[in-house]
Structures are given as C-alpha cells and as structure tokens.
C-alpha cells in the first residue's frame, strides 16, 4: 500500500519556523513530482509547492515565495517543507501529495496523498 505521512506540523507565533516532512512508505518516492498542499477552514484547497523528481525543478505560489522553500533527499524517501516568516493566514491543514509524474504541472494527477499536519499560527 502506497502511503506518505506527513510530520512537523504545530502551533507557532507570526514570524516563525517550522519544517514539515513527508515520508513515504510501500513506494520510493524518486520517481514521482511531489506537491505539498493546503486547506485551511472554510476554504478550498490550494496548492503551496510542489518539487520535481530530481529535485532541480522547484514550484511555489504566490502566496508563499520567499518564505517557504521545498526540498527532498530521495535516499532517504523524504521531502521537506520548510516554512520561515510565518503569518496567521498560513494556518492550514497542510498535506503532501505524489504526482503521477516526475514533473510538476498545474494539472498533475497525484497518486497518493497523505494525512495532513496541522499548521497553527497565532500570538
């Protein structure tokens, strides 16, 4: 069975940091573009970023450019989300995604998804 787990998730201040994490477990995620999501309450999904196979191509939303940067170590079957200057709209669900294709695209299809972390921030 195909399944990723996210971790890193919790409750931080305006301004700052945490790193989530996705691992996979059943598949290797080398092969595949990776794309973290969100959704806060009340709102619809929307797409953060989102990382190529190799790790080269690396994509970000508007909202989050500057801040967030994507990473991933395919020997270890991880990609990360680290996430700096951190703002009350950024609280979220926050869920990573394996497309079903090594390269990002605004149209990807993701093959299997994760269960979430939750992102609280707040003074």
């Known amino acids: 069975q195909l399944q990723l787990v996210e971790s890193g998730g919790g409750l931080v201040q305006p301004g700052g940091s945490l790193r989530l994490s996705c691992a996979a477990s059943g598949f290797t995620l080398d092969g595949y573009a990776i794309g973290w999501l969100r959704q806060a309450p009340g709102k619809e999904r929307e797409g953060v970023s989102c990382?190529?196979?190799?790790?080269?191509?690396?994509y970000y939303a508007d909202s989050v450019k500057d801040r967030f940067t994507v990473s991933r170590d395919n020997a270890k079957g991880t990609v990360y989300l680290q996430m700096n200057s951190l703002k009350p709209e950024d609280t979220a669900a926050y869920y990573c995604a394996a497309a079903n294709q090594p390269m990002c695209h605004p149209s990807m299809d993701f093959r299997s998804w994760g269960q979430g972390t939750q992102v609280t921030v707040s003074s």
């Open positions: 990382i190529n196979s190799s790790g080269i191509g690396k």
